[in-house]
């Protein structure tokens, strides 16, 4: 018993660390105020509370070990644990669960007015989170024309100095360091959360995208090195990767869209599941009989599914689990397992599904805000990404054609170069070797810049990762574009 208690007290100090954010929060109420409206004991309440899948749920494994194996009484348990805790809002939190216990207060209604009191919080976090990435998104953009200066201002220093390989590798070097420090505060600023299931289990569409990417990524980059071997110009292969990325980019655009359908629609489903169920007195699986589904156009597909199996005598809670997997959206996963757990248990079907209705509904509204924040600052990027590699690309231009213009003026014979004055003009010195070096590192950066402005748009909107391929080529594009346009555009207004 004693070494019991030695390792009860162990567990619930190293539960007491871990942080929980607003959301995670939101979650753990929502799924006890769900599974309270049923009626169920003080201590099944409890014991449910630690088996969620957020990380609030470590607190009440230590409340319930307080209780357990030391015999403590819940507030007390409640109060020991929420003393302890270094995250704020469990503190807070855990602290007025006490008081209501030892007050006497009906656990579910505390629960529920919690619930909606922290997605108040959540919701006002949220919003802030949003402004912060607008701050930012303005900030990547400056760091962003930061970087490409500093390669153009090196690119036209070699013009007037002689070169130094080392002072410009170093630059260039601190340039990479720079974009990838702006796509991290990208990450940082942006509201934490994950979207979408694994695409290898989600809806048709994500794994369809999945395969398809499997196929064609390997292919892309095959093309790259046949093309390189046959020493197409750089713009034309650009392009042609950005084309064998689009389908990728476009089937993955395409799928987020409905997942965010489905989550918008879900919110009325379970109103209307719910409502139905309690009304007519029937079970869940007569009620998805019942209800017009022509008001959930998206989810419809998933939930004929669903009834299906259903009535072919499927155990439910597989049926409900996989429901919300084969949508793709991780809220409709976690929330479908909160509503058939809740019901399961002897929960009324119409309350259940108003409390889950309502983070469902306060969350994909949320994530809509995001997604009007985040498509601003994709068209944003496009275009600085656009206007970067263009001038890079002419800049460089401009250096070989004077390179090429002086050469042709310099004397070639003997006698000629021995009475030449002496010269200093860096690209009077300029060899071949010296030109590849600037185009070399004028090409890396691009190709850079390319990689970190897809990776911020996916990091700002959120979401199916596999997205990204499509904002990779757009930038492919854009850059390939303009190396096929900007040189012979340079060497028209020169011979001009």
């Given amino acids: 018993m004693k070494n019991s208690s030695k390792s009860s007290r162990k567990r619930a100090n190293k539960n007491s660390f871990k942080p929980v954010s607003p959301f995670e929060l939101f979650y753990q109420l929502t799924y006890m105020s769900a599974m309270a409206a049923s009626g169920i004991s003080r201590s099944k ?190 713009g034309y292969i650009l392009i042609a990767v950005a084309a064998m990325l689009l389908p990728v980019g476009v089937a993955s655009l395409r799928s987020d869209g409905k997942t ?40 419809e597909p998933d939930i004929n599914r669903l009834s299906t199996r259903l009535q072919a005598l499927v155990e439910p809670e597989i049926c409900w689990h996989r429901f919300g997997l084969e949508t793709g959206s991780r809220l409709i996963s976690e929330v479908a397992d909160i509503f058939y757990g809740a019901v399961k248990i002897g929960g009324d079907p119409e309350r259940v599904g108003y409390l889950c209705s309502l983070f469902t509904a306060k969350t994909s509204q949320l994530r809509a805000k995001r997604r009007l924040t985040s498509g601003t600052f994709a068209g944003l990027t496009t275009v600085m990404q656009s206007v970067v590699a263009g001038l890079m690309v002419f800049v460089l231009s401009i250096v070989k054609n004077f390179a090429a213009m002086v050469t042709q003026l310099m004397p070639q014979n003997d006698a000629a170069l021995a009475g030449r004055p ?36 996916i990091l700002s909107s959120g979401g199916f990762k596999l997205k990204f391929a499509f904002f990779l080529a757009i930038m492919l594009f854009v850059s390939g574009v303009s190396f096929i346009v900007v040189p012979p555009m340079v060497a028209g207004i020169l011979t001009m």
């Fill in 45 to 234: 309440t409890f014991e449910i509370a630690a088996q969620s899948k957020s990380s609030a749920s470590a607190y009440f494994v230590a409340v319930n070990t307080l209780v357990d194996e030391l015999r403590y009484d819940y507030p007390e348990a409640c109060r020991m644990v929420g003393i302890k805790a270094k995250s704020e809002n469990m503190k807070s939190f855990l602290l007025r669960l006490s008081d209501a216990l030892r007050s006497g207060e009906p656990l579910a209604d505390f629960l529920a007015r919690e619930a909606e009191i922290q997605g108040e919080d959540y919701q006002n976090k949220y919003e802030r989170d949003l402004e912060s990435l607008k701050q930012w998104s303005n900030a990547f953009s400056s760091i962003i024309i930061s970087v490409a200066l500093i390669i153009i201002i090196q690119v036209i220093s070699s013009m007037i100095y002689s070169m130094d390989v080392t002072v410009m590798a170093g630059l260039v070097t601190t340039g990479v360091l720079f974009s990838a420090f702006s796509a991290w505060i990208i990450w940082r600023s942006a509201p934490r959360e994950t979207m979408t299931v694994e695409a290898a289990q989600g809806s048709t569409e994500q794994r369809r995208t999945l395969r398809l990417f499997k196929l064609i990524g390997p292919s892309a980059l095959a093309a790259v090195a046949v093309l390189y071997l046959i020493q197409l110009d750089l």
């Fill in 260 to 299: 965010n359908k489905k989550d918008v629609e879900f919110s009325t489903f379970l109103r209307s599941v719910g409502g139905m169920a309690t009304a007519s007195g029937t079970t869940l699986k007569q009620a998805l009989t019942k209800i017009d589904l022509s008001s959930f156009p998206t989810l």
């Fill in 422 to 457: 002496a010269m200093s003009l860096g690209m009077a010195e300029f060899s071949a070797a010296d030109l590849q070096f600037l185009t070399t590192i004028t090409v890396i950066m691009i190709l850079v810049l390319a990689v970190v402005s897809a990776s911020a748009v």
